[in-house]
């Protein structure tokens, strides 16, 4: 039996690959037929597993999955056993014998990777504490709608460095772009990714400094201070340590004319972004959230087509 194709994180991809799914999402966008016919999906089944709530992620997977000809099943953990105990790795197994694939959204990396290791369909990375793979595929390809090329550009993280900054640092490495990370010592992203990342190549700066990292800039990226599963009780800790990250008119004025903002969303509005930034000219959230659709087609017909 051949190993399923699982779709878990960008490092464990190789540049081709990914871009193949890209330009395969592009294509879909533009009204082509993916390879393997319109309704490369019919007659499968993705179950979707949320352990955390979810707008985008859950209706753009329902809705593409339908769109491919396929169906979806939704997973709540609090009405399925694995909410009471059974092991992930049992109900990989089982899950495996009803579905042709299976995102997860989850509270912890190791129950993505153990559902990989036990399924014998692909398995998608829906987000979790570390990583959001599925939507850098969609940011990737918003960024190159805009702005051409990503490869060669320079993208600013700003803010928390949570599960998105760990993924853009995955994507500098494949996609081949610089991106300067712009947050405070104390939630700077994991030190081994940003060592992996350098390692592979990439041009990888790291400061405190906001306005230096954002200038000539061609994005400017940022997300909540309060990540699902951060909401632990120090909100105010992190609200001081990030206000300085805040993305406001005069910061993204330090860019290039022609830069982009990017909000994976969903967004807190006067907190790491002004509403003038979320609603101004330089905004492409809306794009952004709508590629979470074409990117995951590209993705379902790479693991499941
Ligand atoms: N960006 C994103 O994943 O949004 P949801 O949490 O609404 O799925
Ligand atoms: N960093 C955010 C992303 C939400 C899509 C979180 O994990 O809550």
Redesign the pocket.
């Known amino acids: 039996m051949t190993a399923p194709r699982h779709f878990l994180d960008l490092d464990r991809f190789d540049p081709a690959t990914l871009r193949e799914m890209i330009e395969s999402a592009k294509a879909m966008k533009r009204g082509e037929a993916p390879n393997g016919g319109s309704r490369p999906l019919a007659g499968k089944v993705l179950a979707l597993i949320f352990e955390k ?6 209706v753009s997977f329902e809705v593409g999955v339908r769109q491919l000809g396929g169906e979806a099943v939704v997973l709540e953990p609090g009405g399925t056993q694995l909410g009471r105990g059974e092991t992930v790795a049992d109900t990989a197994r089982v899950l495996s014998r009803y579905v042709d694939g299976v995102m997860i959204r989850t509270t912890k990396e190791e129950k993505l990777l153990e559902l990989a290791e036990y399924a014998s369909v692909p398995v998608i990375n829906g ?1 979790t504490d570390r990583t ?1 793979p599925c ?1 850098l595929m969609a940011d990737v390809m918003t960024f190159e709608e805009h702005r051409g090329p990503i490869a060669g550009k320079t993208v600013v993280w700003c803010g928390d460095g949570n599960n998105m900054a760990t993924t853009w640092l995955h994507a500098a490495a494949r996609f081949d772009f610089e991106l300067r990370l712009a947050c405070p010592d104390a939630l700077q992203p994991p030190a081994e990714v940003i060592d992996w990342a350098r390692g592979e190549g990439a041009t990888i700066v790291v400061t405190n400094d906001a306005e230096a990292a954002v200038t000539d800039a061609d994005a400017v990226v940022t997300d909540t201070w309060v990540s699902m599963g951060d909401d632990v009780g120090d909100s105010e800790r992190r609200y001081g340590l990030l206000r300085p990250y805040r993305v406001n008119e005069a910061l993204i004025a330090r860019a290039r004319p022609e830069a982009v903002f990017m909000h ?3 967004a807190h509005r006067g907190k790491e972004v002004t509403d003038e930034v979320m609603d101004g000219p330089r905004s492409v959230v809306w794009d952004e959230a709508e590629n979470r659709l074409h990117a995951q087609k590209g993705i379902l017909v790479w693991c499941m087509g």
């Not at 709530?53 to 859950?58: A, I, L």
């Open positions: 709530p979810s707008t985008r992620t859950r987000l959001h939507q994976c969303l969903p």
